[in-house]
Nanobody, 118 residues
Framework: QVQLVESGGGLVQPGGSLRLSCAVS????????MAWYRQAPGKVRELVAT???????NYVDSVKGRFAISRENAKNTVYLQMNSLKPEDSAVYYC????????????WGQGTQVTVSS
């Protein structure tokens, strides 16, 4: 069973930055498609960014140019650098892993709270 542990959330002022980390309990992160989702109160969970095994990234339009997803396979860690944060970015952010060797298997972290407020 793979476990995902997010960290790096917190309270930040509008325009500020945060870097989220997702530590994955596997020795083969290269075998996983990774993503970050977020969920604000009263809203559905939203896909924010994805990164393939070769590092190709994609983003939801609302964060393009402000967020950057990356992965460090040697450290089994995925990151989400968030810049120019806005109050509407406030949400619980979840890390997601999809096993490319067993497509029926996917995993979620417990989430980390990001609050953007003055």
């Amino acid at each position: 069973q793979v476990q995902l542990v997010e960290s790096g959330g917190g309270l930040v002022q509008p325009g500020g930055s945060l870097r989220l980390s997702c530590a994955v309990s596997t020795s083969d992160l290269d075998s996983y498609f990774m993503a970050w989702y977020r969920q604000a109160p009263g809203k559905v969970r939203e896909l924010v960014a994805t990164v393939t095994r070769d590092g190709t990234a994609n983003y939801v339009d609302s964060v393009k140019g402000r967020f950057a997803i990356s992965r460090e396979n040697a450290k089994n860690t995925v990151y989400l650098q968030m810049n120019s944060l806005k109050p509407e970015d406030s949400a619980v952010y979840y890390c997601y892993a999809h096993d490319l060797l067993d497509l029926d298997r996917s995993y979620w972290g417990q989430g980390t709270q990001v609050t953007v407020s003055s």
